[in-house]
């Protein structure tokens, strides 16, 4: 690995281009930790479910508790209207999860530390949330921006500042996870080069800051994931019952 | 001094990625679009069988899983509690047995020492009767005897003082004049030795 603490964010190609088109979708290293975060939730999750004892064994365990964990999130927050989106919101969940945990061993590739991919995933929910809100309320939804017990002469400004954050969701979901994700890794490599640049007289004091960092970014790994799938479940909470 | 360093660290790690963002040709790999089709394709792709599987196999089956593991364990709760309650309406019928034995027990038990007692004194009444016979009749002898007994004395008084005085005299004495003194005396002891 180079010294440049960027360069842990390239994607490079693994095997040949493909070309569809006019579009290049060759398999890269972004592609690996996606197809290696995805199968290893299906295996553990398969796992899970396969037997079902009264006493559960570690794995079922996991499973279980990872489904009423996420089920709980859910019906905290957009209660029991949201409940045929469960699956995808769990699947995000652990999808983030994951992304964020495999980045965290070594020489990996964190698919969630780039803008593009949580920008399509929060594009995704956005435009997804909208439709949900369309579909269930027609044009009563444009009442989402505009709150109830607003003075008339406010209201004009209110209304802009609603658009304005509501358009900004995306962006916000998508930059919140990717800033996240960036910034923890390129410290942890910035404090990992400190270590060798300083010796083994100096390298002490950066190395044990990096042992710090590492439980901190697996702290943010899970809160991150987390507030991706919560910040999800409010904006459908929204879309499924109109509050304002 | 210490703190100093780490201040003094964090400010250099940001001068490096700085540095760094400088140095790259566009900065951070990120913003280069050369392999954003390719991304957005292979998480489309993984994402979405993921999703699929997830959402049509085996989260429907870890729900089921819970639901009749939920299930199974109200069941057990509900026949630990019928049992339960039959153990205590048993443990009742069981106590009313007891009870019911033991008042039975009581009556049995004041029954015959009723019937012992009655038993008891109705021997002693007969008892008591012959006892209470026996001594009247003997009292009755008793009383036969005493009232011969002063005419006994007499006779053997007269008989005897009859004898004396013909020892003593030699002659025979009239009879009557002996019985009459005897008579007279035994009427003046009589009460002394038979008070009546």
Redesign the interface.
Same mark, same amino acid.
């Given at each position: 690995m180079a010294a440049n603490p960027m360069s842990q964010f390239d994607v490079y190609r693994i095997g040949p281009e493909i070309k569809v088109g006019a579009f290049d979708i060759s398999f890269t290293n972004a592609s690996l930790f996606m197809i290696i975060s995805t199968v290893s939730i299906l295996l553990i999750f398969n796992l899970g479910s396969k037997k079902n004892a009264i006493l559960p064994n570690k794995i079922q365990l996991l499973a279980e508790l990872s489904y009423t964990f996420v089920a709980k999130m859910i019906s905290d927050t957009a209660g029991s209207k949201a409940k045929p989106y469960f699956a995808f919101i769990f699947s995000l969940f652990m999808f983030v999860l994951f992304c964020n945990m495999f980045g965290m061993i070594p020489y990996t590739f964190t698919v969630t530390s780039h803008i593009i991919v949580t920008f399509v995933l929060a594009a995704f929910i956005f435009i997804g949330v909208t439709v949900i809100g369309f579909i269930k309320h027609g044009f009563g939804y444009l009442k989402l921006f505009v709150p109830s017990g607003v003075p008339a002469i406010l209201l004009p400004l209110i209304v802009v500042i609603e658009i304005i954050s509501y358009l900004s969701r995306p962006i916000s979901l998508s930059v919140r996870l990717f800033a996240n994700m960036m910034a923890g890794h390129t410290m942890m490599k910035v404090f990992g080069g400190f270590v060798i640049s300083l010796g083994i007289v100096g390298g002490w004091l950066p190395l044990s800051f990096s042992v710090a960092l590492t439980g901190l970014e697996i702290l943010v790994a899970f809160l991150q994931a987390y507030v991706f799938a919560i910040l999800t479940c409010i904006y459908l909470n929204d879309a499924l019952n109109l509050h304002h | 001094m210490?703190k100093k360093? *780490?201040l003094h =660290?964090i400010f !250099?790690?940001f001068f490096?990625?700085k540095e760094?963002?400088a140095?790259?040709s566009g900065? $951070?790999?990120? =913003?280069?679009p050369?392999?954003? @089709?390719?991304?957005? /394709?292979? !998480? @489309?792709l993984? /994402?979405g069988? $993921? *999703?699929l @599987? !997830?959402?049509k !196999?085996? +989260?429907p089956?870890?729900?089921?899983? +819970?639901e009749?593991?939920k299930s199974?364990?109200l069941e057990n709760i509900e026949a630990a509690e019928k049992q339960r309650e039959d153990s205590e309406t048993k443990l009742k019928e069981y106590d009313q047995i007891i009870l019911k034995s033991k008042t039975e027990a009581n009556a049995m038990f004041n029954q015959a020492r009723e019937k012992a007692v009655k038993d008891i004194n109705a021997k002693r009444d007969v008892l008591d009767k012959q006892i209470d016979d026996e001594i009247a009749q003997a009292e009755k002898e008793i009383q036969a005897l005493r009232d011969n007994a002063p005419d006994k004395i007499n006779k053997i008084a007269r008989d005897t003082s009859s004898e004396l005085l013909q020892k003593l005299i030699g002659a025979e004495v009239n009879n009557s004049s002996i019985s009459a003194i005897v008579d007279d005396l035994s009427k003046r002891n009589g009460d002394k030795y038979y008070g009546n």
């Amino acid at each position: 690995m180079a010294a440049n603490p960027m360069s842990q964010f390239d994607v490079y190609r693994i095997g040949p281009e493909i070309k569809v088109g006019a579009f290049d979708i060759s398999f890269t290293n972004a592609s690996l930790f996606m197809i290696i975060s995805t199968v290893s939730i299906l295996l553990i999750f398969n796992l899970g479910s396969k037997k079902n004892a009264i006493l559960p064994n570690k794995i079922q365990l996991l499973a279980e508790l990872s489904y009423t964990f996420v089920a709980k999130m859910i019906s905290d927050t957009a209660g029991s209207k949201a409940k045929p989106y469960f699956a995808f919101i769990f699947s995000l969940f652990m999808f983030v999860l994951f992304c964020n945990m495999f980045g965290m061993i070594p020489y990996t590739f964190t698919v969630t530390s780039h803008i593009i991919v949580t920008f399509v995933l929060a594009a995704f929910i956005f435009i997804g949330v909208t439709v949900i809100g369309f579909i269930k309320h027609g044009f009563g939804y444009l009442k989402l921006f505009v709150p109830s017990g607003v003075p008339a002469i406010l209201l004009p400004l209110i209304v802009v500042i609603e658009i304005i954050s509501y358009l900004s969701r995306p962006i916000s979901l998508s930059v919140r996870l990717f800033a996240n994700m960036m910034a923890g890794h390129t410290m942890m490599k910035v404090f990992g080069g400190f270590v060798i640049s300083l010796g083994i007289v100096g390298g002490w004091l950066p190395l044990s800051f990096s042992v710090a960092l590492t439980g901190l970014e697996i702290l943010v790994a899970f809160l991150q994931a987390y507030v991706f799938a919560i910040l999800t479940c409010i904006y459908l909470n929204d879309a499924l019952n109109l509050h304002h | 001094m210490v703190k100093k360093i *780490y201040l003094h =660290l964090i400010f !250099l790690s940001f001068f490096f990625i700085k540095e760094a963002f400088a140095a790259e040709s566009g900065g $951070m790999p990120q =913003l280069n679009p050369e392999f954003w @089709v390719s991304q957005i /394709f292979w !998480l @489309v792709l993984t /994402f979405g069988i $993921m *999703y699929l @599987v !997830l959402s049509k !196999l085996i +989260l429907p089956k870890i729900s089921n899983n +819970l639901e009749s593991r939920k299930s199974q364990i109200l069941e057990n709760i509900e026949a630990a509690e019928k049992q339960r309650e039959d153990s205590e309406t048993k443990l009742k019928e069981y106590d009313q047995i007891i009870l019911k034995s033991k008042t039975e027990a009581n009556a049995m038990f004041n029954q015959a020492r009723e019937k012992a007692v009655k038993d008891i004194n109705a021997k002693r009444d007969v008892l008591d009767k012959q006892i209470d016979d026996e001594i009247a009749q003997a009292e009755k002898e008793i009383q036969a005897l005493r009232d011969n007994a002063p005419d006994k004395i007499n006779k053997i008084a007269r008989d005897t003082s009859s004898e004396l005085l013909q020892k003593l005299i030699g002659a025979e004495v009239n009879n009557s004049s002996i019985s009459a003194i005897v008579d007279d005396l035994s009427k003046r002891n009589g009460d002394k030795y038979y008070g009546n």
